[in-house]
Every structure is written in structure tokens, then in C-alpha cells.
């Protein structure tokens, strides 16, 4: 029997860790849990003697694995996993996967959410716009960019996207236009919506220059992650245009006063892309089915520090 931690400072509904739990003890193995704790010294006591880790937006950091010495393999429940050190982790021979696609139905829902929301002034009573024949451009055509292009063309709006990593005969036979770059995309596009993962790459790669392109009424949404803006450039310019918009998931930093720029930025209390019930149940389960079939046959399909 193997013991599978579930470490969640921010919890699964109630719901998706029945789900879990049935689906770990099903596998013959134990499922504890640590919800809601407050300290990281909490996280480093609950990981002593487990041999999985199922984890949210928690930070694995090399302290975290230093002190879990029986660990074999943390999943993140969700696709992006910056929050965890994987090259620590594969020194100490953990793996470290992700759940790719099962909240990618949830965050591009979320987008148009926070579209709607943005192109009828934020509901302050004045006439706004619409979303059919707006050209939208997806910036990283993952789960999340495809979901986002399906609902974008039931809205009736044409669409664009740019994935360096991805082929133009995959984008363009998803019934999108591949453009060559993303300066072309920020360029021909009125909004432009972002996917890409925080890397070495992308880090502050939204910047001044780049948001400048889009045309007069641009819309910037960001459901991906905080670190590819650059905050402070990305202040600049909405100074010097009032007809930006940035719509948001994300809060940014405690000194990134976007709040200043009525009618024309928006922001979630937290991060919402995965918050919803099916999301929650569908990477849970996920991350359990996972771990069951690494102790099982080895299975490390979804490895992400090979």
C-alpha cells in the first residue's frame, strides 16, 4: 500500500476529493490529506513519509523534497507546474507530471467571461460592443487555445494563433489562421488572449512594444500566468492609451496599480481558470489515476522532468 499525500492550500471541492479518495483506495492504496494549512512547516511534517503528492498551485520547492524521503512522484493537478522545482525533483529521482486538458474547457469558458464582461463596459450602463466579427488571436494553441478557438467561432468571430511549437497544418486544421509570428498576431488582431506557460522564454515577454501593436480598442486577456507580463511596461502604455484594455485572472504586484484605469482593466479576486466543479473533479481524478498506474506498471506517460 502506498500513501498518496493530497497537499491543498487552496482545497478541491468536497466532491472531487471523495473522487480521489475512492479512486486511491480502490487502487489499494491510502489517501491522507492536508488542507487549508497556513505554515509551509505544515507541508514539510505532512510529507515525511509519503510516496505521492497530488498538489494544486502549492510549491514544491527543494525544502519540500529534501524532507519527503520516501517520495517518488508528485502530480499537479492542472497543466502548469512552475510551482514545483523540477529539476530538484529529478535529482532526487521524483517524477513530476502534470494533468494536461482537464481544466482547458474551464479556463477558456472563463475567458469569455471576462470578454463579455470587458466589451459591454464592464456593465457600468454605457452601450458597448460585440464579440461576432471581432478578430481574436490565441497566443499558444494548447488544450486551453483550442477550447478557447471552438467557443470563439461559436460566437462568430474570426480567429488567429500563433504557437512557436506548434505546426501551421495542426492550427490551420482546427479551422484557424496560423500567423508567423506574435508581433503579426498582436498586430492583426483586436484581442488577443494568452496561453503560454511561464518559462525562460516568455518571462516578461508581454511587454510594451508587443501590446502596442494591437489596433485602436485592443483587448489583452490573460488567463495564463503573471510572470509573461511585464507589468510595469504594460502600465506604461495603458497611460499612454486609453483605448487598452487588460482583463484578467491574475492579481498582479502590490505595486502594479492597474486598478487606476477605470472601465479599462479587470481583475478576479484569485485565480479562476480551474475553478469549477468539473474542473476540480476531472484533474483530481486525473492526478489519482496517474500515481495509481506509476505504482502499478510505471507508467509515465504525462512526465514532465524526464
Not at 63 to 75: F, K, Q, T, Y
Not at 170 to 195: M, N, P, R, T, Y
Not at 247 to 269: G, L, M, Q, V, W
Request: net charge neutral; glycine share 8%; with cysteine.
Amino acid at each position: 500500500m502506498k500513501k498518496i499525500l493530497l497537499a491543498t492550500e487552496k482545497p478541491f471541492t468536497a466532491a472531487a476529493v471523495k473522487a480521489i479518495r475512492d479512486e486511491i483506495n480502490n487502487a489499494g492504496n491510502e489517501l491522507v490529506l492536508l488542507e487549508k494549512y497556513t505554515d509551509k512547516s505544515q507541508l514539510l511534517d505532512a510529507v515525511k513519509d509519503v510516496d505521492a503528492m497530488i498538489v494544486r498551485s502549492d510549491k514544491v520547492t527543494p525544502d519540500v523534497l529534501d524532507a519527503a524521503g520516501s517520495l517518488r512522484i508528485v502530480v499537479r493537478a492542472g497543466a502548469g507546474y512552475d510551482s514545483i522545482d523540477t529539476a530538484y525533483a529529478k535529482q532526487k529521482g521524483v517524477v513530476v507530471e502534470n494533468t494536461p486538458g482537464q481544466n482547458s474547457n474551464a479556463v477558456a469558458e472563463l475567458v469569455f467571461g471576462l470578454l463579455v464582461y470587458a466589451v459591454r463596459n464592464f456593465y457600468n450602463g454605457k452601450s458597448g460592443t460585440e464579440l461576432k466579427g471581432k478578430k481574436l488571436g490565441i497566443l499558444a494553441f494548447g488544450n486551453v487555445g483550442r477550447n478557447v478557438a471552438r467557443i470563439a467561432k461559436g460566437f462568430g468571430m474570426d480567429v488567429c494563433a500563433y504557437d512557436a511549437y506548434c505546426p501551421k497544418e495542426s492550427i490551420e486544421g482546427a479551422g484557424v489562421k496560423a500567423v508567423d509570428s506574435q508581433e503579426e498576431l498582436f498586430s492583426q488582431c483586436d484581442i488577443v488572449s494568452l496561453h503560454i506557460p511561464a518559462t525562460s522564454e516568455t518571462r516578461e515577454s508581454i511587454n510594451y512594444a508587443l501590446v502596442n501593436r494591437l489596433p485602436k480598442g485592443g483587448i489583452l486577456v490573460n488567463t495564463a500566468r503573471k510572470e509573461v507580463i511585464n507589468e510595469p511596461e504594460l502600465l506604461k502604455l495603458m497611460a499612454e492609451r486609453d483605448d487598452l484594455k487588460y482583463i484578467t485572472d491574475i492579481k498582479p504586484d502590490a505595486d502594479a496599480d492597474f486598478a487606476k484605469f477605470e472601465n479599462r482593466y479587470f481583475s478576479t479576486p484569485k485565480k479562476m481558470g480551474a475553478q469549477t466543479a468539473e474542473a476540480n473533479t476531472n484533474a483530481g481524478i486525473a492526478a489519482a489515476r496517474q500515481i495509481n498506474a506509476y505504482f502499478a506498471t510505471g507508467d509515465t506517460t504525462y512526465q514532465v522532468n524526464k
